[in-house]
């Protein structure tokens, strides 16, 4: 942990009041995975998204079960900023566990989610909003780098398993 500990003490040379703001905006977009949820719906209200949105909401749902109800359990590390007290916090203490990154997970599921749905140019933007968001986190000394990697490995594996559960449903609904 003490490499860990280093790179977030670094993040913090970095912090501008700009930032502090920008930051604190953007992760409260990941807070109960609300922007992927947003767009989840969307998605499936609209007839030529449904099929996207089915999947989205599949990968999202594989990653609640795996990040936060068994990962998070399972490793129950604490956050960083229960080690090096001396942080100045710019949200609200967080109630679960450190490892993986919820907010990062739930993003990189959706990304993924949407890569395979075939939503070239939406996957995009979830790419580059997973990544800010991610980075948030280690701007405001909630996670430690490894629960970002984590985050990012089990998103990747959520949307990936979300995209094969729906093609699996709907082989089998075909096929009857």
Request: glycine share 10%; hydrophobic share 45%.
């Given at each position: 942990m003490g490499i860990e500990i280093?790179?977030?003490?670094?993040?913090?040379?970095?912090?501008?009041?700009?930032?502090?703001?920008?930051?604190?905006?953007?992760?409260?977009?990941?807070?109960a995975g609300i922007v992927w949820i947003i767009l989840a719906v969307i998605l499936l209200i609209i007839p030529k998204t449904?099929?996207?949105?089915?999947?989205?909401?599949?990968?999202?749902?594989?990653?609640?079960?795996?990040?936060?109800?068994?990962?998070?359990?399972?490793?129950?590390?604490v956050r960083p900023y229960d080690v090096n007290t001396s942080v100045q916090l710019l949200i609200d203490r967080q109630k679960d566990f450190s490892f993986p990154s919820g907010h990062t997970a739930a993003s990189f599921a959706s990304a993924v989610a949407l890569y395979y749905a075939g939503s070239r140019k939406l996957c995009m933007a979830a790419f580059v909003l997973a990544a800010v968001l991610a980075f948030s986190r280690l701007y405001l000394y909630v996670h430690y780098p490894t629960d970002i990697l984590g985050g990012i490995a089990a998103?990747?594996?959520?949307?990936?398993?979300?995209?094969?559960i729906v093609n699996k449903c709907s082989r089998h609904k075909q096929a009857k």
């Open positions: 280093r790179m977030l003490d670094f993040i913090q040379t970095l912090r501008t009041p700009a930032g502090d703001a920008f930051m604190s905006h953007i992760t409260r977009l990941g807070d449904r099929r996207s949105g089915i999947i989205l909401t599949a990968a999202l749902l594989v990653d609640v079960v795996l990040c936060n109800g068994i990962l998070k359990n399972l490793f129950a590390r998103g990747v594996l959520s949307g990936y398993i979300g995209y094969r």
